[in-house]
Nanobody
Framework: QVQLVESGGGLVQPGGSLRLSCAYS????????MDWYRQAPGKQRELVAA???????NYTDSVKGRFTISRDNAKNTVYLQMNSLKPEDSAVYYC?????????????WGQGTQVTVSS
């Protein structure tokens, strides 16, 4: 099992910034990609950003240029720096770890952290 604990959510005004953190631990062999997803009320969960163990990153179009995903392998932590926040960024943000173990896909979720962008 892999344990994921998110932190850093909260209430911020439009145009503001937040940094989310996800501390991961447990059985990490085979885990190659760390993702941030979000889910707003009444909407499907969507992939926001992803980072591989080698540092390659990918973003959904709506956050490109505003959000940055990074990871500190020594601290087993992945971050999501969110700048120029908009009300439509409001959602529960989830950390996700995935990879291949014994030729099988594995994926783990954190409990989520609420981000609210409002004046």
């Amino acid at each position: 099992q892999v344990q994921l604990v998110e932190s850093g959510g909260g209430l911020v005004q439009p145009g503001g910034s937040l940094r989310l953190s996800c501390a991961y631990s447990g059985r990490l062999n085979g885990i190659d990609v760390m993702d941030w997803y979000r889910q707003a009320p009444g909407k499907q969960r969507e992939l926001v950003a992803a980072i591989t163990s080698g540092g390659s990153t990918n973003y959904t179009d709506s956050v490109k240029g505003r959000f940055t995903i990074s990871r500190d392998n020594a601290k087993n932590t992945v971050y999501l720096q969110m700048n120029s926040l908009k009300p439509e960024d409001s959602a529960v943000y989830y950390c996700h770890a995935r990879g291949i173990r014994s030729s099988r896909y594995v994926g783990y979720w954190g409990q989520g952290t609420q981000v609210t962008v409002s004046s």
